[in-house]
């Protein structure tokens, strides 16, 4: 079983659509969970992260956790074509010696119908 | 504030030649982190620097794959001999106090490497 699991897509979903990415994790003791955007040819960017079970909104993103199921959620409220790019799932856990690691999903490519 | 910053932005070489890629991270950030990004495996953690020193090196593929910091400003990745299984975008990052449980990595815009 991976870290970290996402459905590859594409998700394809209508402008002004709710999108829903999704994201499991194996590892229970892990700390923090974060959503990263990446554009096509361009470096991960960094949209929400939560460590809470619930619910954590900016904006359009809302990011919802739930430890007991080692699950991960990203809603993306009224979608833009601008929101077209792939989210990467990320988990950070803490390692032996006390560091920190984190291991991304390989990511859900959203694609945005105008 | 110029971010984290990587060169060269692509890279092309022959199987079995020796690639030095670079980074300098943001300044006053503490950690620095190697990615490397394919379409089969997705972003994988190679090695990370805490303060100059190396943490975790667990994901440096093999012997061919090294990586140093000198200082805080500065680290690169060598692949020495290169093979075409190489080819990949490999980025940098660097973040202030990764301990912390929000703390966040930001990525330089990677080094697009193929390997013939």
């Known amino acids: 079983q991976k870290e970290v699991e996402q459905n590859s897509g594409p998700l394809s979903v209508p402008e002004g659509a709710i999108a829903s990415l999704n994201c499991t994790y194996s590892?229970?003791?892990?700390?923090?969970f974060f959503w990263y955007r990446q554009y096509s040819g361009k470096s991960p960017e960094l949209i929400m992260s939560i460590y809470s079970n619930g619910d954590k909104e900016d904006g359009r993103f809302t990011a919802q956790l739930n430890k007991a199921s080692q699950y991960v959620s990203l809603l993306i409220r009224d979608s833009q074509p601008s929101d077209s790019a792939t989210y990467l799932c990320a988990v950070k856990i803490r390692g032996s010696g006390g560091y920190q690691k984190v291991t991304f999903g390989t990511g859900t490519k959203l694609q945005v119908i105008p | 504030d110029a971010g984290v910053i990587q060169s060269p932005r692509h890279e092309v070489t022959e199987m079995g030649q020796e690639v030095t890629l670079r980074c300098k991270p943001i300044s006053g950030h503490d950690y620095l982190f190697w990615y490397r990004q394919t379409m089969m495996r997705g972003l994988e953690l190679l090695i990370y620097f805490n303060n100059n020193v190396p943490i975790d090196d667990s994901g440096m593929p093999e012997d061919r794959f090294s990586a140093k910091m000198p200082n805080a400003s500065f680290s690169t990745l060598k692949i020495q001999p290169s093979e075409p299984r190489d080819s990949a975008v490999y980025f940098c990052?660097?973040?202030?106090?990764?301990?912390?449980?929000?703390?966040?990595?930001?990525f330089g815009p990677g080094t697009r490497l193929t390997v013939l």
């Open positions: 990052a660097s973040s202030l106090l990764w301990g912390a449980p929000y703390n966040e990595q930001f």
């Open positions: 590892d229970r003791v892990s700390q923090s």
